[in-house]
């Protein structure tokens, strides 16, 4: 399971160098997906799932991950970037540049 976080605020956007590894949100990012995992993990103990976490731009890392992959992942809150489209820009790029197949899945509604 790989997240993306993005560049922080003011980072510039030339460098495709990522954040050190001890940046809070990172860590906070891992622990979020630890937790929802817990329960998965009890119902399917012979999926191994390894979690990476980076704050960098998310499509060239999630490209990078679609090539290494059998099936790409996306979450969508349904809040489309583009007008007609119920996908966000990085999801609607990575329709496009994906190296393996693409799920999408929308967030339950709260």
Do not use: K
């Amino acid at each position: 399971m790989i997240s993306a976080l993005g560049l922080p605020q003011g980072w510039p956007r030339h460098l495709l160098r990522p954040v050190p590894p001890d940046d809070e949100r990172v860590a906070e990012r891992r622990a979020e997906i630890e937790t929802a995992l817990e329960g998965l993990r009890g119902t399917y103990p012979d999926v191994t799932v390894e979690i990476e976490v980076h704050h960098i731009d998310p499509v060239p890392t999630l490209v990078d991950a679609s090539h290494r992959a059998d099936l790409l992942v996306l979450g969508s809150r349904g809040h489309g970037g583009f007008h007609g489209l119920a996908v966000g820009s990085v999801t609607h790029r990575l329709l496009r540049l994906a190296g393996c197949p693409v799920a999408v899945v929308n967030a339950p509604a709260t």
